[in-house]
Every structure is written in C-alpha cells, then in structure tokens.
C-alpha cells in the first residue's frame, strides 16, 4: 500500500511538469538594438497545429506538454522558431525587420478591435479581407455593419460608402497616412485599390487625429499595403465569376540587402462582356478594364533612418448605358442610344522620410510628401462631364516621447489642389478652382499605464478659399478594470465640396442642374461620440469575448445641400439653412465558442435628418435606417479548410419623391444578403469558391424611364409621368446571384 501511495505521489508532482503554463513574449529588435513588443503578433504550435496570438503587450501564454516548437511571426517581419524543453517556463523571440516612424500608430494593429487605443477602430486584416472575394477596397466592407457600400446609380458602377450615416466624401481616406481619393478620384477611388493589394484596413470612426489634416468628418479609413520587407518573391492571386468579372493581381516583394527592399504590385480587372438580366435595355454593370501598377521603395539605414518611396500608374475605362451603346457618342446620339463613357487615368508619387534624433527612438522628426495626377473624361447621354486635378500635400511631423506618461507631436501641412473642370452639353461650363492651404498643428498624448489615455490636438488651418479654419479635437480612453473600457471623442471637421464627383449619380439623369453663382464650397461639422466595451470570461482558449456600445452624432454648421425633389426637373444645389445632423447607434458581439471557430454579430441604427427648401426637416433620402450583420467562420486544423457565412439585414431607405410616386413606396423594402465561401488550402496555394447575394435578391426597375431616356419630363399637379429618366435612386442590389472561383499562390522566402 505504502508502495502506491508513493506512486500516486509521484504521479502528481509530474502533472506540473506535463501540463505547465509557458509564457512567451515577442519581441521587435531594432537596430540600436533596442526592443519594444510586437502586439498581436502570430505565434504557431507545431506539434499541436494551433495559431495563438500574442496580447497588447506582446505576450502570450500557453499550456504545454513536452517539448514543443513555437513559430513567432508578424506581417513584414522575420521570423523566430524556439524549441522549448519540458521544464522551460518562459522564452523571448525576437524579430526583426521595420517599424516605420510615421505610420506606428497603425501597423501595430492586428487584432479586429484594438483594445488600447483611444480611438475605438475597427481592423479588417489580411485575414479578413480574405473572407469575402474582395476585388477592390469598395468590396472589402460586407462583414462591416460600421460601413455601408452601395451603386451611386444604376449606369456607371460607381460604389459609394456610408460611414455613420453619411456620404464616403466626408471620411477621409488614407493610404499609410497620406490623404488619397480626394476631389475627382473620389467617386472610383476604392475601386481602384485591389484587396490583395492591402495588409490590413482600419476603421476609425469620429474626426481622429489633427495629424493628417482637417477633412476626416465622420472618420478615417486608413489602407496598409503590403510592405517591401514581406517575405513573399512572389504572390499571384486570379479571379472570375459568373458575372463576367475576372482580375488578376501579382505582388513581388525583393529584399536587395540588409538596408533596401522594394515590392511591386500590377492589377489587370474588369467585366469582359455586357448583360441586362432585367430586361430595362440598360447594362446590368458596364463594361470595363482596369491596369494598375505600383511600385514601393524602403531604404533603412543602421541608425534607424527610414526613406520610403514610390509610384502608381492608373488607367481605367468603363463603358456602360443601353445595350447598342459605344464608345463613340456621336454615334450614340444620332443612333438615339443613352451611353455613358468614364475614362480615368491617374499617376502618384510619394516619398517620405523618417529621421530618429535619439538612439532609444524616444523623438524623431518625419516628412511625408505626395504628388498626384488625375483625369476624369466622360459623357452621360447628351451630358458632358472632363475634369484634370493636380494636387500636392507635405506634412512635417516632430514626434517626442518625453516619458511613459507624456508625448507631444507637432508640425505644419501644405496641401495644394488644383482642379481644372467643365460640365455642360454641347459646350462646358467652366467651374475650375485652386486651393492652397496651410495649417500648423501639435497633438498631446497623456498614458496612465494600461488605464487612461487621453489624446487633445489643435489645427489652424488658412485656406485662400476659405480663410481660417480652427479645429480642436480629443479623444479619451479609460479602463477603469481589465473586463471594461469607455471611449469618448470629440471634434471638428471642414472639407471643400466637389460638387460633381462628390455626386456622381445627378449625370444619370435628364434633369437639369441649377447652381448658384455664389455657392459657398466650404462644409463644416462637428462630431462627438463614445464607446463602451466589456470583454467577458467565455470562449475558446486564447481568444476574446467582447460586448460592445458605440454612439455618434454628427452636426453641420455649414454644408452643400444636394436636392433632387424640390423641382421634379433639376437638381438643386445650395447652402444649408437650418439643421444637418446625424445620429448613429451600433452593438458589437464577438465570441469564438469554439478553438477556430468565430461568431461576430453586429447592429447599427442610423437617424439622418436634413433640412431642405420648401420641405424643412426631413428624413435624408437615400441613407439606410439600419443594418444587421452575422459572421460566421470555421477553420481545420493549420487552416486547411476554412468555411465563411454573413448574413446581411439592410434597412429601409427614404425615397426622394419623384421616385416614390412612381414606384408608389415611400421607402426601400427590408431585404436580406447571403454571402458564403469554402478556402482550402494546399502547400504556398489557396483555392476559394464562393457565392454572393445567393437569395438572388435584386432591385427591379432600378432605372425610371429606362425606355425613353432622351424624353423631357412632364409633371400633372399631383404626380410624376413614368416617362423621365432617373438612374441615381438604388437601394438595392442590381445583380442577382454571383458564384466566383479564385486562386492564390504565395512563394514565401
């Protein structure tokens, strides 16, 4: 008996030793050789073919039995493998590889809700934008309730996004923190960013930093691309579907030496032939063919020095309207076919400089500076619409860590647009302008610990259009307990109008525009809002539960009204005079109740009132009440098969009253979307096949008056005649059901 006891004894001293608990902590080793943790960084069990992820500090614990072989790895950096002997309680991997001085406040974000920022921001990784068949940043958006994307009309393709309840013209879109998609780029600007293209996405709801200028209104959405340090020689990803769309993108990123590396990215996409599956006479989509090509430097020097540069090359052509319609209008017009024609073309340059001015990197000082060229020629019918902009921006950063608690930045931006344009019919009426602005800006962080951050900035802006412009902003952050966190933000933004590309949809109409003389360009906003998040103590094993509240309202000073249901034969553009102003609600749910298994629910209620002449406060037209998400996603074991499901629930929308009378509804119906998709995976190739609106839910008669588009309209007192033309009112889907196939091959290092 004695002899057992003694067993059973030492049987129980060994269950430490079989099951302890490993902690690991990841590293970044600079080349001062200083080190700093990686958040969110991927840590790979071999043994037991399991993925975890390293916390906001870059640490990580894990239950081993035996010896096992951890994989550390994180987006542009090398990675390191440890081999960890039974008995080992803790190990450090370290690697290396960049950390760019101006873009720290993002690159650092894997996780899809950051739980130390100030800023409550939604991340889409690579991951993410992998769930869906994500052609272009513009598709990237369906497991997002934040983010709602739609047709600004039925003819050109162009996609239009709505972030707390607002037109996409009022977030201001970023590329690693320069301002892109301005003025006539805006309207096909995310369609001309392929998903593949990107490394993450992220989704900053509120006016966010002064840093980057004033014209972030309602947020910010800040692309990552793949970075030259990524161990990918080769990356070749080919698409089609049932709907005749098909791209291709390829990606090579080449390490020359220890100080430079370089990746270029070439797109080639587009719809390769015409349908009208609803019989209007109208092509469903048009056609088009997009090139796309870039080119991103990076030289890092051993004093930490970072010099990025690069370029970008656009050409994209579209041809939609009825079906007998080319590219030829004069043909069109004699041959009495509506056609629409949009050519763009567009070059960048960027080049930036990071400069560390310690050796701990504790204060550095950066320059960004861009240059783009863009052109948008096109007709619409018997409407002509060519527009050149040249525009050009630097912003200076001073950049200081005086200590853990306290940071300052500060610095100036200059920002030039010149914008050359003329709509009209048989001749075009001049509406050119330039814009020279300065601002100078400085921005305090204070950080208590993992407890308390608060984020206060100012920007003084003059503008030769606008004079001066004062925009303070803050933003707070408080985790009073490690379960809950509050947010709370507040500040001012201003943007000039571009009236044309801002809404593209108006040229798809037969109405005329009136545009005063005196239209003041300049919109002005305030916006304020908070957060609160729980995390709670369910789910699989090294992942997070979370609960989460978001409010925002969002208020005009100043804004350009564009009305089309004053006068059922114009489009009507003036100055606001009385109320704008949005109020938006949304709860966050995410659970993975099971090891590779994530639920992800999410609603968002939007109230958008504005005020309009001879009708006072109203509901904005066309903006959605509301939208539900559900995101579902399995993976094996290593990821071999991974099984994706969103279901969508899309709100009503007000239509304008021209619409309504003919369509005899006074808002859009509540309709649902289906989205699935099947990854497997094989050794450096991932096959995907996939199926969007699979209910096939569309909206019919998208067009009004698509028999007749040339026809003048005619009013009786008390309704509109079905025969005016009006392309600009989609609510809906206007393709049914679309099955996709694609491929992805990777050659890593």
């Not at 509301?626 to 009503?652: E, R």
């Amino acid at each position: 008996m004695k002899r057992i006891l003694t067993f059973i004894s030492l049987c129980l001293s060994l269950v430490p030793a079989l099951a302890q608990n490993f902690h690991g902590y990841v590293y970044y080793q600079k080349p001062n050789g200083g080190t700093e943790p990686l958040p969110f960084a991927q840590v790979y069990h071999m043994e037991r073919e399991k993925l975890i992820e390293t916390d906001e500090n870059g640490e990580f614990t894990l239950k081993l039995n035996g010896r096992a072989t951890l994989i550390a790895t994180y987006v542009g950096y090398t990675r390191d493998t440890v081999v960890v002997e039974p008995g080992t309680a803790e190990a450090k991997f370290y690697l290396s590889g960049e950390n760019d001085l101006s873009e720290s406040k993002v690159t650092a974000q894997q996780s899809t809700m950051p739980k130390l920022k100030s800023i409550k921001t939604e991340v889409i990784t690579a991951a993410g934008l992998c769930k869906m068949a994500c052609c272009a940043l513009a598709e990237s958006f369906e497991n997002s309730a934040s983010v709602t994307v739609g047709f600004s009309d039925a003819v050109t393709g162009a996609r239009q996004i709505k972030l707390l309840g607002l037109s996409g013209t009022y977030t201001q879109m970023l590329d690693e923190n320069r301002p892109v998609m301005r003025g006539i780029a805006s309207p096909f600007g995310m369609s001309f960013v392929p998903g593949q293209w990107l490394e993450s996405i992220q989704i900053a709801k509120g006016p966010s930093s002064v840093i980057n200028g004033l014209e972030a209104i309602t947020g910010q959405i800040n692309m990552e691309h793949r970075k030259p340090t990524d161990e990918t020689p080769l990356f070749v990803q080919l698409y089609g579907s049932s709907d005749a769309m098909f791209e291709a993108n390829v990606a090579s990123a080449i390490q020359f030496n220890e100080k430079w590396s370089m990746i270029n990215m070439a797109h080639v996409g587009g719809t390769a032939y015409k349908m009208d599956h609803n019989q209007d006479g109208f092509r469903d989509e048009p056609e088009d063919l997009q090139l796309n090509f870039t080119s991103r430097w990076l030289y890092y020097a051993p004093s930490g020095m970072q010099i990025r540069f690069g370029g970008r090359f656009l050409n994209d052509d579209r041809l939609g309207g009825q079906m007998d319609a080319t590219k030829d209008n004069t043909y069109n017009l004699q041959n009495g076919i509506w056609g629409s024609k949009i050519r763009n073309r567009g070059v960048n340059g960027y080049f930036k400089i990071g400069v560390p001015l310690a050796e701990d990197n504790h204060a550095n000082i950066a320059l960004v500076t861009d240059f783009n060229h863009h052109e948008f020629n096109s007709f619409f019918g018997l409407k002509n619409y060519d527009a050149t902009q040249n525009s050009a921006f630097a912003n200076l950063i001073y950049q200081n860590e005086i200590n853990e608690l306290h940071k300052v930045e500060f610095g100036a931006t200059w920002q030039y647009d010149d914008i050359r344009q003329g709509y009209g019919y048989d001749y075009l009426t001049d509406f050119s302008r330039k814009e020279h602005a300065i601002s100078g800006f400085g921005e305090y962080t204070f950080t208590w610990e993992e407890a308390l951050t608060f984020v206060g900035g100012v920007n003084l802006e003059y503008n030769t259009l606008h004079g001066w412009l004062f925009a303070p902003r803050a933003n707070v952050r408080w985790a009073p307990a490690d379960w809950i966190t509050l947010r709370a933000l507040g500040g001012r933004g201003y943007r000039t109008a571009n009236i044309f590309t801002d809404n593209l949809g108006i040229f798809s109409t037969n109405k005329t525009f009136v545009i005063p003389d005196n239209l003041d360009l300049l919109e002005d906003a305030w916006t304020w809002g908070g957060n609160l998040t729980f995390y709670l103590p369910f789910g699989a094993e090294d992942t997070e539960t979370y609960l989460s509240f978001d409010y925002f309202h969002n208020d005009f000073n100043k804004q350009v009204v564009v009305d089309p249901e004053r006068n059922p034969q114009t489009i009507d553009f003036y100055n606001l005079n009385g109320k704008s102003y949005t109020n938006t609600w949304q709860v966050d749910f995410s659970v993975n109740p099971l090891e590779r298994f994530n639920i992800t629910a999410t609603f968002r209620y939007t109230d958008a009132k504005v005020t309009l002449k001879d009708q006072g406060l109203v509901e904005r037209p066309m903006t959605s009440r509301y939208k539900g998400v559900l995101n579902m996603q399995y993976a094996t074991a290593m990821n071999k098969w991974t099984f994706d499901f969103t279901a969508q629930l899309n709100g009503p929308m007000r239509i304008p009253k021209y619409a309504a009378e003919i369509w005899s509804m006074e808002t859009s119906p509540v309709y649902p979307m289906l989205y699935a998709q099947i990854t497997r995976k094989f050794k450096g190739i991932d096959v995907y096949v996939g199926a969007e609106n699979i209910l096939g839910y569309r909206q019919h008669h998208a067009i009004i008056g698509a028999e007749a588009p040339f026809s003048h309209m005619h009013t009786t007192s008390s309704m509109y005649l079905p025969n005016m033309f009006d392309a600009s009112n989609v609510w809906g889907p206007l393709m049914g059901r679309k099955i996709y196939i694609g491929l992805r091959y990777t050659l890593w290092k």
